[in-house]
């Protein structure tokens, strides 16, 4: 199977090299990963020590509570009921 290199300009895939395919030939198009081949954070780089583990758990104690006002609360359960029957949609 030939490897196709190509990159996304104004809205369309443009081959690094001419294409030798036929016409109406179904692909499978994927972006490359970055020379790493990761995303985000390998395992590596995350530090498990008890120091750093207790940075976190201070860190996650310190962040603020989400709390909605009545209206909200409204505002966002019409808004997940409109992405729900929008997902189902598109279900065939």
């Not at 490897?3 to 001419?18: E, T």
Request: hydrophobic share 40%; proline share 9%.
């Amino acid at each position: 199977m030939e490897v196709i290199h190509a990159s996304w300009k104004n809205g369309q895939i443009v081959p690094d090299a001419p294409v030798n395919l036929p016409e109406g030939c179904r692909l499978v198009v994927e972006p490359e990963l970055a020379e790493t081949g990761l995303i985000g954070v390998s395992e590596e780089d995350w530090s498990d020590s008890p120091k750093a583990v207790s940075d976190w758990l201070e860190w996650y104690d310190s962040l603020e509570p989400l709390v909605f006002t009545p209206e909200e609360e409204v505002e966002l359960a019409q808004w997940l009921q409109k992405v729900k029957e929008y997902t189902f949609s598109l279900t065939p």
